[in-house]
């Protein structure tokens, strides 16, 4: 085998061997979820991606013997280091065959990328925010791939631990069976709940009784989130970017929002499963694909609980059990048969704790890595 050469991607041509790389990887792999690509376009976009605005990046390309076999994109998010007071660099969107040799190049290549702007540490797979696929999955790789989550193979993690990288952070996937009814316990905390005049629980039936809920949504989001891990908070630019994004593909009936005395104190998200939808469009929208994608939604008994966050003040309250309660007999009413409750930080009890109460079983686990950047390694 010829030796290894490491490109940056620069050109358009190059960006396009970058996104379509994984599917070449896993061509064999039936299981396999292709990313959405025109989203995969606009997210490697600088002009149209507001992220590149306060995060330093590059790509790479791994190549032997003039053949594609791997990638990597290096970040350093100089908003959320500000705010976390942090020197850490990241890595994401590795992909490449099994091959000990192609991992070490593409990491240590990004190692060297990061200590130059600095930093003391890598973490990843870890992107702009915690809203883009985070970590390597390490577990469950029997179940089916879902959207806005890694979609490795199973070496990956095992390849990474050989190059120095450790345990960061775990998140696991819970699922659980919606009930033919609502369970008489929730139904009396919902009756006891909603008696309270100082909160009002909102539903939407239309996305035009939605539009005045979606930026208050995204502020609460902000004010939320600030103590997850991996979240950056998101500008007015990214704000109408992430509506656009979900616009046309949520369901009003699975979107709930509590407003107490003053404002919006709650909000809880959940969309229908499209992942095979994009399996059968290829992971393209146009021109046909976006059909596919649709049907899919409208086929789906699975809900993906996607965001949802209380305003501090009001936590312990019930205020997120009503929203949970209020999300779980929609899914009743449109027949809905398993909720999925998408990535829960490991140590996110509070979360977790309410997965388990409606009957959550952990199906899967990934895994964020971290290596301290201490001694330049050569390429």
Request: charged share 30%; aromatic share 12%; with cysteine.
């Amino acid at each position: 085998m010829g030796d290894i050469i490491l490109k940056e991607v620069i050109t358009r041509r190059d960006k396009r061997k970058f996104i379509f790389l994984p599917s070449k990887v896993h061509k064999n792999n039936p299981n396999w979820l292709p990313p959405l690509y025109l989203d995969e376009w606009e997210l490697f976009n600088k002009k149209k991606n507001k992220s590149y605005q306060y995060a330093d990046s590059v790509l790479y390309l791994a190549y032997r013997d003039k053949k594609i076999v791997g990638r990597i994109m290096g970040i350093v998010n100089r908003r959320y280091n500000t705010i976390h007071n942090e020197l850490h660099g990241r890595f994401c969107f590795m992909e490449c065959y099994e091959d000990q040799d192609v991992v070490h190049a593409l990491i240590s290549k990004v190692e060297n990328w990061a200590r130059d702007k600095g930093m003391i540490k890598l973490v990843g797979p870890l992107a702009f925010s915690d809203k883009d696929p985070q970590g390597f999955q390490i577990e469950g790789f029997e179940y089916p791939k879902f959207i806005v989550c890694p979609t490795n193979d199973s070496y990956l993690p095992e390849m990474i631990t050989k190059e120095g990288f450790a345990k960061h952070r775990d998140l696991v996937n819970y699922v659980a069976k919606i009930p033919n009814e609502l369970p008489l316990i929730y139904k009396k905390i919902l009756s006891r709940i909603t008696q309270n005049e100082e909160y009002k629980i909102i539903e939407f039936n239309s996305k035009k009784e939605l539009k005045p809920y979606f930026y208050p949504i995204l502020e609460l989001l902000n004010e939320t989130f600030m103590e997850i891990y991996g979240f950056v908070p998101l500008n007015d630019a990214e704000k109408k970017e992430f509506i656009s994004r979900y616009m046309m593909i949520i369901d009003p009936k699975f979107i709930t929002v509590v407003e107490g005395n003053d404002g919006l104190i709650g909000f809880a998200i959940g969309m229908h499963d499209i992942s095979e939808g994009i399996r059968k469009a290829g992971g393209k929208i146009l021109p046909f694909g976006v059909f596919k994608i649709l049907m899919a939604s409208k086929r789906s008994k699975k809900l993906l609980m996607l965001l949802g966050g209380v305003k501090k003040a009001y936590r312990g309250k019930g205020i997120d059990v009503l929203m949970g309660i209020k999300i779980l007999q929609s899914c009743i009413e449109n027949n809905m048969e398993w909720i999925d409750l998408h990535l829960v930080l490991e140590n996110n009890y509070k979360m977790r704790g309410e997965a388990e109460r409606i009957g959550g079983k952990i199906i899967k686990k990934f895994r964020i890595y971290h290596k301290d950047l201490l001694e330049r390694e050569s390429q």
